[in-house]
């Protein structure tokens, strides 16, 4: 089949991690189509494109996913409740969108016959590491509902595979960052929230005491993945991770460096569900997907910085906004 005829349907493609991957999906000749309800996403995100087409419509409704699979050849599911504390206090409002909204998604990618379903797991489903680096066959104990409910997606998606066929692959996303992830949303991860801090001139916030680590991965790193994932033949589920960690504190001091904003952090209570220390294996991505990371997390921070600058450039001041 032709790169040109493959229709690919990306849910969630309105945001954060959706945007870049639709983009590069266009730029390799992909159709796509978008489905996504903008409660986290903004259209804005994506760019007009003739090979581009937006559904508004939501993962939980059955019809709006069937009508969006129809034609369609890959799916890249990425459409989700991303909040790990919001999945703590409504975890049944959270497994509507990460389990049942995903189950319509993949029986509908079943019905179809796609030829591949890619869909977004996450290093949530680990929980406290056994071992590091976690290995894709590490126990998973999740921390959070949010965890147990990427966890239960995997298992769906592996019957699906033994009742239907449906070639998967569930890519177990370490801590993403970059450009268009939203600062001010409840769900920005750590290195949006501390950048924006800095900025704007006031102390960033920790929660604990700054040595938890975390494997960053930069948006463009998991773009490639979900595109090299969605024309491998290989099924099951593979890390998309660095292979290496680092603490916030010192993450912190590689932001202070490159923004020179030189502010002390706030430190708050740690929360429970957060995991201490997490770093992913890079084994099966480099042999399923031959993907190793392209942006070094300078590299990363620094195209976040400029970026960061530049959407705060664009904002109206508040004189002329009020003109
Ligand atoms: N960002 C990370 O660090 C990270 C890490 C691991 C896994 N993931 C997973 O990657 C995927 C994308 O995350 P992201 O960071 O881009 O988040 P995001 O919030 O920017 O993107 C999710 C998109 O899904 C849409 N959406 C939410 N609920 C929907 C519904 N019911 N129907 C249709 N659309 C809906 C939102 O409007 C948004 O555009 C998610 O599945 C998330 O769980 C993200």
Known sequence: MSTLKKQVLVTGGAGFIGSHSVELLLQHGF???VLDN???GHLSNLPIHPRLEFMRGDIRHADDVKTAMHGITHCLHLAAQVSVSSSVEDPVGSATHNILGALNVMHAAAQAKVTKLVYASSAAVYGSPSQLPLQEECATQPLSP???EKWVDERYAA???SLHGLPSMGLRYFNVYGPRQDPHSPYA???ARFLDRLLDHQAPVIFGDGHQSRDFIYVGDIARANLAALLSP???VCNVATGKSIDLLNLLGHLRHLSQCHLPARHMPAKAEDIRHSCGD????LAWLALEPQWSLQQGLAELINYQRQVRMARPTALSANA
């Open 234 to 236: 290989q099924d099951g």
């Open 31 to 33: 159709n796509v189509r």
């Open 282 to 285: 890079t084994q099966r991505l």
């Open 146 to 148: 949010y965890g147990l």
């Open 38 to 40: 903008l409660s986290n």
């Open 159 to 161: 019957l699906l595979h």
């Open 189 to 191: 991860g750590v290195i």
